[in-house]
């Protein structure tokens, strides 16, 4: 199992490369890891997040904030945004898929939700790699401000990988921090490359549903060796250039 400290340290990673990759909204937005209980199990009860105020280029592994099922800060000296503890303990629990949950306002994949019935259309092949992964939540309800509203987008969640949620942003999940973030990268690659084809007015190209099926299945036997190489790149750039994060 991989140590908490290695764990902090991959979700500080991820943080940092959001940012430097434009993915965040201020100091909003909410990265988490659930992790494993005293005897070992993840339950979903604990996880990290990043803590409320810090702008993401300014996380560290020791920065990062534990807590547990009820909001109680269990190690770190920040608080947590309200809407993150809401959002991301209910998934921590009602999803056991989202080891890892990623919630942003990144600009292309938030503009799909913008649009009445906003899909990301399985025309290109990065949209490929998410064909039956994905869920959408057309109700927008507001700030989630109490228990309700993260349980009512757990529930549009379900068993997917990835929500999209109208008016507001999406929500990436994982079974690692390394998965997770490969997900978001590629699905804002993939929501990029759509909004930028439909800007100019002409419709998109489809591809068969057979030919979407196989190549999802495609993506998916290649996916955890990808995200591990790529993961291991950003990793290796921030050991070098902001070798901070790890502290």
Not at 145 to 151: A, C, F
Not at 156 to 172: D, P, Q, R, T, W
């Amino acid at each position: 199992m991989t140590s908490l400290q290695q764990q902090r340290i991959d979700l500080a990673c991820a943080l940092r490369w959001a940012a430097r990759l434009g993915l965040q909204e201020g100091v909003c937005n909410h990265f988490s890891l659930a992790v494993a209980d005293e005897d070992g199990i993840v339950r979903g009860d604990r996880f990290l997040i990043n803590p409320y105020g810090l702008h993401w280029s300014e996380i560290t592994a020791s920065s990062l904030v534990l807590c547990d099922a009820e909001g109680n800060v269990l190690e770190g000296e920040h608080e947590v945004e309200p809407t993150a503890f809401f959002i991301h303990s209910r998934i921590h629990r009602a999803a056991p898929q989202a080891v890892c949950v990623l919630h942003t306002h990144m600009p292309y994949a938030t503009a799909l939700t913008l649009r009445a019935g906003g899909r990301l259309a399985m025309c290109e092949q990065n949209a490929l790699m998410f064909h039956g992964r994905i869920a959408y939540d057309d109700d927008y309800n507001g700030l989630a401000l109490d228990g309700s509203e993260g349980d009512r987008i757990a529930r549009k969640l379900g068993n997917g990988s990835v929500l999209f949620l109208a008016s507001h942003g999406v929500i990436v999940t994982g079974r690692t921090v390394a998965e997770a973030f490969t997900d978001l990268y590629y699905l804002e690659c993939a929501a990029r490359a759509q909004v930028l084809a439909a800007s100019g007015g002409h419709a998109l190209r489809t591809i068969s549903e057979g030919v979407q099926r196989r190549t999802a299945q495609q993506h998916m036997q290649e996916f955890p060796g990808l995200a591990e190489r790529l993961f291991g790149a950003y990793r290796r750039m921030l050991d070098r250039e902001e070798p901070d994060y790890r502290t």
